[in-house]
């Protein structure tokens, strides 16, 4: 098939950007969105231009660095699919198809539709972990934890930490991916201790990165590649409160 | 070259409990004063980076990803083994260790491997204490499941994300101490070079992916823990930005490399569709219980699946091994359908797939039974090809996906260069010429969490070392060599991208020293390879500036030590003219296509040391002795 992509192009941090629009033949069903892109920069760099940069990596939908809205969907709109595990099947034939990085004050663009999400990974250095040491923990059968609470923790660790959660979000809000965190220890004995820092901490710092407030829309979910649920951010929130309130 | 192992002396039970008496300790009021470079936030980086600055060392890290978090760990599935004997089953330490060794072929150190069983269980425990949410049984305590090579259930799992599971657990350790300040954390930062000083490893030269600026960074010891180099085949299940550059950069200061030619094929992974085609998805090998491997009896036969009657289907492995089936070894069923393609009968575009049915066992169950067992399987399968596998069968071909071989270690994970230790897939140690499934895990985080704190304080403890900074001459000399290297690629002014030199030297790789090798072909990859290298140096075509976010030049640098690799690779398979675990010579089979292994000839590792550009390399052995196992022919009929 042959499509028309519009794709947004911006050599630094520093200097606007723009889309650009291309022309491309011979677009096989088969291909995945990504490799799509590849063919495109192939074809880029032997022309002597610079090809489209984006973040990837795996290709199999785990390690969350694809991160492209394509036509204003975060990971494009097929539900639970990212980027990289999308299809050039759920295309057709001159379709127009526009291609940008997320979108967010808390993720400067470094180029074209490749983004700094390190402010994630500063929330996680806030409190997304239980604060033991190597060495010296009990025998992990010591613990018995209900099924039913180990599989809603597991449920929550899913995510990706992608950040299409925060693309999607009207006001830029991280709430989902906070909530992942927090919910999976929420769920788990070993994430009692902490409990109550761990969300003030990891609340405050999702605050300082400039990330928006949850105004309950849940655009987050739906974008959600791994479908965390929207309960999460309920739960968190009691937790917050409750974590105010009492210290 | 001097091959210490540095073995303990003393019965396998007890060395290292007495290794880890005898190493000397560092004060704990001195460990501040050390520091220590970790390349690589993968399982093993990860765990030991948390793990050293725990123990108060300074730490600095680096990752070429993003996030710490999107090391390629990430990305397995299936789960990770541990002799806890949970389930009551007979498992033991002697029992992982044993089944390790004679999975590997007979090819990998004993007393390492005994010791990745001991420290197996500690990892567990360390895991659950972090909140990783392993899969439970409703009575509320830890589940198990069976994996290939092995007669108990030792493998714990996390749904089909044990690997992001393990690693976000590291990786939340590492933030933690991120936070506390104790260890700098570079992101999209590439390591390029090793520096030695003095015959010992004090810092590295790395590229920042985003600015393109080339630095130095010093320390007292560094730990390379980059990952595996299966993407030397281009297209492997490993993902897109795994290379061999740390590993190869590392050989050619002094670092020696072994066993190189030891990589492994998945059976089951979904096949290319065309030659677009980027990565190779892999697909759990359990799909081997209920569904049966047929390819057209007719060669060119372009009929659907459906469309070819029962008498005109192969079920070859059926027919070559009547009493295993489609659950024969990994090695043998790849190979199997890899001759059947070779033949004209292969399906699916391009030829090069088989057919794994799931139609009787569908008949036979009801699909409620089936979408029970493999449901996310088929789903992922149908998300990739658009087909239905409960209406047509699937199509699986074989892929590369891990690499066996590495950097040479002793028995304190430290290389041929002083201080330069090495952790996880790049290193060569524990699982011989195959690895079991869900042991390369517990490798790696053996190493992280459980050696690698112990060993190093032992090297600092036991060596007067003086500070170097990075103002040191051997600094600038390096940093220079790396510029002139990523001039050298952004001048070339040629006419072909990085990645079509990256496709054809992966085909030739693929072709010449896959899954079946023979002298014939392995020499003439090593005629192929050294014409392709110089083409590229000449030919190659890059875009951007090197002061900036380039994605081309990355790629073209990775490329460039794949090419150099690729050689010692294809040298190592020709110098082994036994098959052994991975490593499959056609001139050594048993009748029934079993692998035959030569242990008077090669009872050893091979140990390749750079002599220099242009020059061969020297072939060490480290020789093997089997003290505990008494080796045998490695059969699981
Ligand atoms: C699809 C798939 C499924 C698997 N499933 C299983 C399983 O179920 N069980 C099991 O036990 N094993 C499994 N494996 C194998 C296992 O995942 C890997 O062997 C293991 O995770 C490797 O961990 P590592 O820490 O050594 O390296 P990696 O996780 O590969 O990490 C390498 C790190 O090094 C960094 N790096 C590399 N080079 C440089 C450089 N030059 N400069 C800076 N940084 C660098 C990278 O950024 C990364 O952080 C699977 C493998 C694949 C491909
Ligand atoms: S590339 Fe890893 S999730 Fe898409």
Redesign the pocket.
Known sequence: MKLTLRIWRQKNPRERGAFVTFPLADVSEHMSFLEMLDVLNESLIDKGQEPVAFDHDCREGICGACSLMINGYPHGPLPATTTCQLHMRHFKDGDVITVEPWRARAFPVLKDCVTDRSALDRIMQAGGFVSVRTGGTPDANALPIRKKEADLSMDAAACIGCGACVAACKNASAMLFVAAKVGQFAHLPQGQAERKERVRRMTGQMDKEGFGNCTNTYDCEGACPKQINRRFIAEMNRDFICAELTE | MNLDAKIPSGPIQEKWDKHRFEMKLVNPANKRKFDVIV???????ASAAASLAELGYNVEA????DSARR???I??????NAAKNYPNDGDSIERLFYDTVKGGDFRAREANVYRLAQVSSAIIDQCVAQGVPFAREYGGLLDNRSFGGAQVSRTFYARGQ??QQLLLGAYGALMRQVGLGTVKMHVR???LDVVVVDGRARGIVVRDLTTGEIRSHAADAVVL????YANVFYLS??AKA??V??GERAYKRGAAFANPCFTPIHPTCIPRSGDYQSKLT?MSESLRNDGRGWVPKIRGDRRSPAQIPESERDYYLERKYPSYGNLAPRDISSRAAKEACDDGRGVGPGGYGVYLDFADAIGRLGQNVIAERYGNLFEMYERITGENPYQVPMRIYPAP??AMGGLWVDYNLMSTIEGLHVL???NFSDHGANRL??????Q?LADGYFIIPYTIGHYFASNKLGKVKTDHAEFKRVEAEVRERIKRLTTANGKRTPDSFHRELGKIVWEKCGMARNEKGLKEALQQIPALREEFWKNLKLTGHSDDYNAVLEHAGRVADFLEFAELLCLDALMRTESCGGHFREESQMADGEAKRDDAGFSHATVWEYAGADKAPLLNKEPLTFETVKLAVRSYK
């Open positions: 390349v690589g936030t993968g399982l093993a980086g680096f990752c070429f990803n090391a390629h760990s990305a397995a599935q299936g789960g990770i044990t690997g930062t590439e390591m823990a980059t990952g595996g299940t490993n795994c290379n550059t740390a892999l996906h891990y996880g897939e790049a499934g869900a042991s390369a895990l517990m790696g």
